[in-house]
C-alpha cells in the first residue's frame, strides 16, 4: 500500500468534471485503506502553472556548475514541482482530454519535470531516465468515442506513456472514459468503467510493498 502520494486535478470544470470525480474517488477509497496516507493535491485547473519562460528555459539548459541566482530563482517553480513528484510513491492524475491530448495546463506541468540533468540525462545515446519508477494512475474523460462510427484517435494516452518512460517512470495505467458529455447511456457505462477500474486499482495497489 503506497504511503504518500500526489493528487494532480487538470479539469477546469470543478465539481462538473468527470475527471475529477473517479480521482477523487480513487483518492478517497486510499484514504479509507490507509489513514495514515500522505496525500499531496496540485489543482492545475484552479490554479494552472504558468507557461515556461525564456528565464526559465535557459537556466533549465545551462549546466548546474554555470548558473547564477537569478538562474534558480527561475528554476525554483520546478524544484517544487519535481520535489512532489518525487517524494511520491503514488501519482494520480484526472484530466479531461482537450482537443485529442493533454490540456494545456498538464502539459505545462509536464513541461516544468521533464528536465534535463534533473529528471534525465542526455548521452550518445539519447534520453537516459533518472527517476524511479511508481506507480501512476490516471482517470481521463472524453466527450467523444474512440470505437465505432466517427471515432476519434487519442494522442494523451500514448503520449504520457512516452513522456513520463522519458524520466524512468512505466508503471502506467490510463482509465479512458468516453462519450461523457453524451447521452446518459454513454455516461452510465462510464460510471460503470470507472468504478471497475477503481475496484481494480485497490486490490492492485493494496497488495504492492512499501518502498525502502
Known amino acids: 500500500m503506497p504511503t504518500s502520494l500526489l493528487h494532480i486535478s487538470v479539469s477546469p470544470r470543478g465539481a462538473q468534471s468527470q475527471s475529477r470525480r473517479v480521482g477523487q474517488m480513487l483518492v478517497d477509497q486510499?484514504?479509507?485503506?490507509?489513514?495514515d496516507l500522505r496525500v499531496v493535491k496540485r489543482d492545475l485547473g484552479v490554479t494552472p502553472p504558468p507557461h515556461p519562460d525564456t528565464a526559465f528555459i535557459n537556466a533549465s539548459l545551462k549546466p548546474a556548475a554555470d548558473r547564477v541566482a537569478a538562474d534558480h530563482a527561475a528554476l525554483l517553480y520546478s524544484e517544487i514541482l519535481l520535489g512532489e513528484l518525487v517524494a511520491a510513491d503514488l501519482v494520480i492524475i484526472d484530466t479531461p482530454m482537450h482537443?485529442?491530448?493533454?490540456?494545456?495546463?498538464?502539459k505545462a506541468w509536464i513541461d516544468y519535470i521533464v528536465r534535463p540533468g534533473r529528471s534525465f540525462a542526455l548521452s550518445p545515446r539519447g534520453k537516459l531516465p533518472l527517476l524511479q519508477d511508481r506507480p501512476v494512475r490516471i482517470a481521463v474523460a472524453c466527450g467523444g468515442r474512440f470505437s465505432g462510427n466517427y471515432a476519434q484517435q487519442d494522442?494523451?494516452?500514448p503520449y504520457l506513456h512516452y513522456v513520463f518512460a522519458t524520466m524512468g517512470i512505466t508503471?502506467?495505467?490510463?482509465?479512458?472514459?468516453e462519450q461523457t458529455g453524451r447521452r446518459e447511456e454513454g455516461q452510465a457505462l462510464a460510471a460503470q468503467r470507472a468504478d471497475d477500474w477503481i475496484a481494480a486499482q485497490l486490490v492492485q495497489l493494496g497488495n504492492r510493498q512499501p518502498p525502502h
Open 99 to 106: 482537443n485529442f491530448t493533454v490540456p494545456s495546463a498538464l
Open 30 to 35: 486510499l484514504l479509507v485503506r490507509n489513514g
Open 171 to 177: 508503471d502506467l495505467d490510463v482509465l479512458l472514459l
Open 155 to 157: 494522442f494523451l494516452t
